[in-house]
């Protein structure tokens, strides 16, 4: 399993959100740029790069830092956040960015992942998945920033592009995205039954190598840890076995 960090941008800052809550963010006094440096050092291979105001309001809110942080080689970027139209995938992978992440626009309008996954291939293209675990434990997706619920769940949305060449999809558990209270599992394990031949990435609660650790044992194929890299909780050394080339 690759641990893949997570940098969220708002506002040219480096931020974490709790739950998926744009009025409960905590912002880090570290300049995004520097934080990919110090991963790159670590031997950290792909980041995860989120474009919080993009996500909200669907139009990209840190283009230059972004372009910026892409124009390097140290590390491949995975951009999420904001890109709902063709030209805007376009446009970043253009700038030097790996993997464009398509969440909300493949939910509004799927022929949009289907031409990309055509066009680009299946490792140029991740479909993100924000979701919350209801009562009857359906994971339901949410777009647009996590505020706009829909009646459809994970395994429908999965199921309508089974006929594409699909391959990276990340998954957010909101509700503990940011919580540090450990990871979906039972939602992981449902997801690995149902879909096999996806290369699952899981995010939302990691708080320890321990989690690292069984995420891996069920055969996840990366995981997106922030909040808890940003604080420490997980030493470089304990990351090692999830840094290939390190």
């Not at 905590?26 to 291979?45: F, K, M, N, Q």
């Not at 969440?103 to 291939?121: H, I, N, Q, T, W």
């Not at 339901?140 to 089974?162: D, I, N, Q, Y």
Request: proline share 4%.
């Amino acid at each position: 399993m690759l641990l893949i960090p997570s940098i969220d941008l708002r506002g040219g800052h480096c931020v974490r959100l709790l739950k998926g809550e744009f009025d409960a963010e905590t912002r880090y006094d570290i300049d995004p740029a520097e934080l990919l440096g110090r991963y790159a050092d670590a031997g950290v291979r792909w980041l995860h790069l989120v474009d919080l105001d993009g996500a909200r309001d669907g139009t990209p809110g840190n283009r230059e830092l972004i372009r910026r942080m892409a124009s390097q080689s140290r590390i491949r970027i995975q951009l999420g956040g904001g890109l709902r139209s063709r030209a805007l995938v376009d446009e970043a992978l253009a700038a030097g960015v790996s993997r464009a992440v398509i969440g909300s626009a493949a939910v509004e309008d799927p022929s949009l992942l289907r031409a990309l996954l055509a066009d680009y291939g299946a490792d140029r293209v991740c479909l993100a998945i924000d979701v919350r675990v209801d009562e009857q434990a359906i994971p339901r997706v949410r777009t647009r920033g996590w505020v706009k619920e829909h009646a459809l769940s994970l395994w429908e949305l999965l199921a309508s592009f089974a006929d594409t060449p699909l391959r990276h999809v990340l998954c957010t558990d909101i509700e503990r995205d940011g919580a540090l209270g450990g990871p979906g599992f039972d939602l992981y394990a449902e997801a690995l039954r149902r879909f096999p031949q996806i290369a699952w990435q899981a995010s939302g609660g990691i708080r320890s190598a321990a989690d690292l650790a069984q995420l891996d044992t069920m055969g996840l194929a990366a995981a997106i840890s922030g909040k808890a890299l940003l604080e420490g909780r997980i030493t470089m050394e304990e990351l090692q076995p999830y840094l290939p080339g390190a």
